[in-house]
T-cell receptor, first 114, second 115 residues
Framework: AQKVTQAQTEISVVEKEDVTLDCVYETRDTTYYLFWYKQPPSGELVFLIRRNSFDEQNEISGRYSWNFQKSTSSFNFTITASQVVDSAVYFCALRNTGFQKLVFGTGTRLLVSP | SAVISQKPSRDICQRGTSLTIQCQVDSQVTMMFWYRQQPGQSLTLIATANQGSEATYESGFVIDKFPISRPNLTFSTLTVSNMSPEDSSIYLC????????????FGPGTRLTVL
């Protein structure tokens, strides 16, 4: 069975602080995909990144970076110099290559105050 | 990416009635899904919408309650039948594009309130 755990329910930071959102996953598959999505207060789900299981390179996109470690089954997300607009719920998700079913974690609510 | 539209964006319905939600994508897709997000919760897969055939439902979801159609590659509907207040949720359409790198995108969602 597949499972995604986001242990941090809510994180509060002050603007310009760096913040890391944790994601731990479980799967028996050797090939799979990991995702991060952002859900701002407006409700839409914004795609941030997809990572293949065979690509362990870390990725940086502006203030966002992702650390994928197969050895610990983790796919953590760091926001550098956080901004108020980063306030949202962030979901980590896992999908295998067979059934294409996306399994979500419970989400981490990030509050960035000025 | 793709432009995914959902109609209606929100609705308030009476108990016992039904609502049909439409999802339209402007690109060719390989897979279409329907998710539910109950208030303050994560997303749960309802079913995979299969083109021209019956949808594949997840455990806990049945066709009589959530009939789904997908007449072509880019359009699908989800009906929430015989609604009760427990059906109040955001319903989201999701797609995997034919082109692209297996990214999965979501529509803007339909916010349903059942009184």
């Amino acid at each position: 069975a597949q499972k995604v755990t986001q242990a941090q329910t809510e994180i509060s930071v002050v603007e310009k602080e760096d913040v890391t959102l944790d994601c731990v996953y479980e799967t028996r598959d050797t090939t799979y995909y990991l995702f991060w999505y952002k859900q701002p207060p407006s409700g839409e789900l914004v795609f941030l990144i997809r990572r293949n299981s065979f690509d362990e390179q870390n990725e940086i996109s502006g203030r966002y970076s992702w650390n994928f470690q197969k050895s610990t089954s983790s796919f953590n997300f760091t926001i550098t110099a956080s901004q108020v607009v980063d306030s949202a719920v962030y979901f980590c998700a896992l999908r295998n290559t067979g059934f294409q079913k996306l399994v979500f974690g419970t989400g981490t609510r990030l509050l960035v105050s000025p | 990416s793709a432009v995914i539209s959902q109609k209606p964006s929100r609705d308030i319905c009476q108990r016992g009635t039904s609502l049909t939600i439409q999802c339209q994508v402007d690109s060719q897709v390989t897979m279409m899904f329907w998710y539910r997000q109950q208030p303050g919760q994560s997303l749960t897969l309802i079913a995979t919408a299969n083109q021209g055939s019956e949808a594949t439902y997840e455990s806990g979801f049945v066709i009589d309650k959530f009939p789904i159609s997908r007449p072509n590659l880019t359009f699908s509907t989800l009906t929430v039948s015989n609604m009760s207040p427990e059906d109040s949720s955001i319903y989201l359409c999701s797609v995997v594009l034919t082109s692209g790198m297996n990214e999965q995108f979501f529509g803007p969602g339909t916010r349903l309130t059942v009184l």
